[in-house]
């Protein structure tokens, strides 16, 4: 957001302490003050919508405390993309004969509305947690946050195959629809806290040791298999994680299983 005009504070103040409050005076302020430029274009787009003198008002009250504390950083400040619109976010497709679309490249199209739809009313769930700091919320807050940056992330990637399929043809893969997409669950397997592995120790015996080497193997084969694949089997063609809080855990697990695989071998090499 730019910087704050103290001018723009001040006239959101005035508006709140008047009691007529006019909706086209209060949404100007806002425009003219840059803050939410989407939530105000929503507003002003149903203006005479009955719960619009509402959400105006606690917008307006957002911004006031926005002003007095800028730096806070508060997902309750952060502007929300329009609820899902096909003749803007996804031009023309309604108009296009989607019947002539492969069956593959129509269910890209309907996961990637779903998504956003879904990605919308999390943004509006987000709003709703408030500005609390007591653990309850601050853990709501970044629950949400994960789903919404988990389901970017994968409409990206499905968008980048849709737009390769307009500019040439090229169908997406069918990778990409290999497993379920949940960005709810993937988002809680994140956040839920892992349970303890056993200390990892090498026996003395050499026997053991292969043993051990083997069932190694097979693991860092599986942990690299999800992370290129997003399976514990490699597929016909790569289908790489996205990006984002699983993929990083995922990494840290290969690299420590990689550590581990090393140290028995070292063992049982030395042990000949």
């Not at 090498?202 to 992370?227: F, Q």
């Not at 290969?254 to 049982?268: H, P």
Request: charged letters at 35%; proline letters at 8%; a neutral charge.
């Amino acid at each position: 957001m730019d910087t704050i005009k103290t001018d723009s504070r001040q006239q959101a103040v005035d508006w709140l302490n008047t009691k007529e409050r006019s909706i086209d005076k209060g949404l100007t302020i806002l425009k003219e003050a840059g803050y939410k430029p989407f939530v105000v274009a929503n507003f002003e787009k149903n203006r005479n919508r009955s719960d619009i003198p509402k959400k105006l008002l606690a917008e307006m009250r957002g911004y006031i405390r926005y002003c007095t504390n800028p730096d806070a950083g508060s997902p309750a400040h952060e502007d929300e993309p329009p609820l899902l619109d096909p003749e803007t976010f996804i031009p023309q497709l309604e108009k296009e004969l989607p019947e002539e679309y492969p069956a593959i490249v129509k269910r890209l199209v309907s996961e990637v509305r779903e998504l956003y739809t879904a990605r919308s009313l999390q943004h509006q769930a987000l709003k709703t947690t408030g500005e609390g700091n007591d653990e309850k919320s601050n853990a709501e807050r970044k629950r949400i946050g994960l789903i919404i940056d988990t389901a970017s992330r994968r409409m990206d990637t499905l968008w980048k195959a849709f737009e390769a399929y307009k500019q040439d043809g090229t169908l997406p893969d069918e990778a990409l629809f290999a497993e379920p997409f949940d960005p709810e669950k993937i988002a809680m397997e994140v956040l839920e806290p892992k349970k303890e592995e056993p200390t990892f120790t090498l026996p003395d015996d050499p026997e053991a040791l292969k043993k051990m080497s083997e069932n190694w193997r097979t693991k860092l084969a599986k942990a690299e298999n999800r992370l290129e694949y997003q399976k514990d089997k490699k597929g016909a063609k790569p289908n790489p994680m996205p990006a984002g809080p699983k993929r990083i855990a995922q990494e840290k697990r290969v690299a420590q299983l990689r550590e581990e695989k090393l140290a028995i071998d070292t063992k049982i090499a030395e042990l000949k």
